[in-house]
């Protein structure tokens, strides 16, 4: 192996970090607002560079602890954003049967 490619090992696994992390700030910014299946459709890319990323040990290597705590970060704001969306969407679809109840009864008391 040449000095150049072993240059560029880093750079390689540094762009999967960047990659990822890209991936997560598109997921939050979907998941605010509501768009769960852009999310989903993000998550699996984001399922395959991770499993990229494990494959080399790359949150494990030196060099990468700033990128691992900012994935972490994202990490937990997308599931923080994604708790607050299905808590929203629970309480709307709480309020729509609870008017289907209240047509049904309007209805059968005519």
Avoid: C
């Amino acid at each position: 192996m040449t000095n150049d490619n072993a240059k560029n090992i880093p750079d390689k696994n540094g762009d999967l970090l960047r990659d990822l992390q890209t991936l997560l700030e598109k997921q939050i910014r979907l998941a605010h607002k509501g768009d769960m299946t852009g999310v989903e459709s993000l998550g699996e890319q984001a399922g395959s560079l991770i499993e990229l990323i494990l494959k080399g040990d790359l949150l494990k290597q030196t060099g990468f602890e700033k990128q691992r705590e900012k994935l972490l970060k994202l990490y937990e704001q997308l599931s923080v954003t994604i708790s607050a969306k299905k808590s929203e969407t629970s309480g709307q679809l709480s309020r729509i049967r609870k008017g289907k109840k209240t047509v049904a009864a309007y209805r059968g008391n005519i």
